[in-house]
């Protein structure tokens, strides 16, 4: 079965502190991985798109990093900002049509 | 204004009416979803259309009907409302195949 999993399910930290969600995705074929942010009251929106040949993708503050070996992913936050808080999902693209969506990690930032 | 447009931004009906959620995008996209999103969850597909005459079921398209009506427009209805239809709907577009998708701020939906 398709299934991709994100932890922390939440997370509350400190204004300018980093912090590095996690993804594992058990996904066939495998296509690409995305992780999008949703601000509430709105819709999600990409951050970054790696795919199986790519070990780590940079996007301002975000850093996204891939093992397709082990099958995980992580995103990484640097010196955060109180408009980080958000939902951050993790997408696995299994083919062109199928994609795989994470139930999210919380993250709150504290100031 | 926003790329991707969702009608209405939240509604509260009751059981058994029809109702017709709209989403136009200005982002000149081939490809339409309609996903649902349930606290905890993921999202899930609904339905979703590569062009105007295509149209395909997703994971949990039982209860639900869309109509493509233009490359610009893709409508979802529930024929019937029941209370646990009640969730957050997205509609998003893409462009070609692995390119990131673009949503809409959603449609909040209650049903009584």
């Known amino acids: 079965k398709n299934q991709v999993e994100q932890n922390p399910q939440s997370l509350i930290i400190l204004e300018g502190k980093n912090c590095t969600l996690q993804?594992?995705?058990?996904?066939?074929?495998?296509?690409?991985l995305r992780w999008y942010k949703q601000d509430t009251g709105r819709g999600p929106v990409s951050l970054t798109i790696?795919?199986?040949?790519?070990n780590t993708k940079s996007n301002g503050r975000y850093t996204a990093t891939l093992d397709a070996d082990t099958k995980q992913s992580s995103l990484h936050i640097t010196a955060s900002q109180l408009s980080d808080s958000a939902s951050y999902i993790c997408?696995?693209?299994?083919?062109?049509?199928?994609?795989?969506f994470g139930q999210g990690t919380r993250l709150t930032i504290n100031p | 204004d926003a790329d991707v447009t969702q009608t209405p931004r939240n509604r509260i009906t009751k059981t058994g009416k029809r109702i017709m959620l709209e989403c136009s995008q200005t982002?000149?996209?081939?490809?339409m979803y309609w996903y649902r999103q349930d606290p905890g969850l993921g999202l899930q597909l609904i339905y979703y259309?590569?062009?105007?005459?295509?149209?395909n079921k997703g994971e949990i398209s039982d209860g639900y009907s869309v109509s493509r009506q233009a490359q610009a427009k893709f409508s979802l209805s529930l024929e019937s409302a029941i209370p646990n239809q009640t969730a957050l709907y997205f509609c998003?577009?893409?462009?070609?195949?692995?390119?990131?998708?673009?949503f809409g701020d959603g449609t909040r939906l209650s049903i009584l």
């Open positions: 997408v696995v693209s299994a083919g062109a049509q199928k994609l795989v």
């Open positions: 790696m795919t199986f040949s790519e």
């Open positions: 998003a577009t893409s462009g070609p195949p692995f390119w990131p998708q673009h």
């Open positions: 982002k000149g996209h081939d490809r």
């Open positions: 259309s590569f062009d105007v005459k295509d149209i």
């Open positions: 993804c594992n995705y058990t996904v066939s074929p495998f296509s690409n």
